[in-house]
């Protein structure tokens, strides 16, 4: 069965930074196209940042220049850097992810989420 596993997050002061890591688990060819996406408290999910499998990124306008999406792929991680981060930021963020299982069988899997609270 696969797995994503968030790490990284807890809580910081305002201006601070995290890194958060997702970790694809089980047995897989490949992680393909991911998203970070975020929840905050009354709202809808919304996409933070993503990363395609061959590198190409993407930002929402809101964390543009502040945060950094990365991949390892020797390591099946996928990394989420966040600089300067600011109350508005507090979200559970969730990693989703289509991974290959072989060369002809794909999954759309969701991470279980990890929740950043940007608080004095």
């Known amino acids: 069965q696969v797995q994503l596993v968030e790490s990284g997050g807890g809580l910081v002061q305002p201006g601070g930074s995290l890194r958060l890591s997702c970790a694809a688990s089980g047995s897989i060819l490949r992680i393909n196209d991911v998203g970070w996406y975020r929840q905050a408290p009354g709202k809808e999910r919304e996409l933070a940042a993503a990363?395609?499998?061959?590198?190409?990124?993407n930002y929402a306008d809101s964390v543009k220049g502040r945060f950094t999406i990365s991949r390892d792929n020797a390591k099946n991680t996928i990394y989420l850097q966040m600089n300067s981060l600011k109350p508005e930021d507090t979200a559970v963020y969730y990693c989703n992810a289509e991974v290959s299982l072989n060369w002809y069988t794909f999954r759309e899997v969701w991470g279980q989420g990890t929740l950043v609270t940007v608080s004095s």
């Open positions: 990363i395609t499998s061959g590198g190409s990124t």
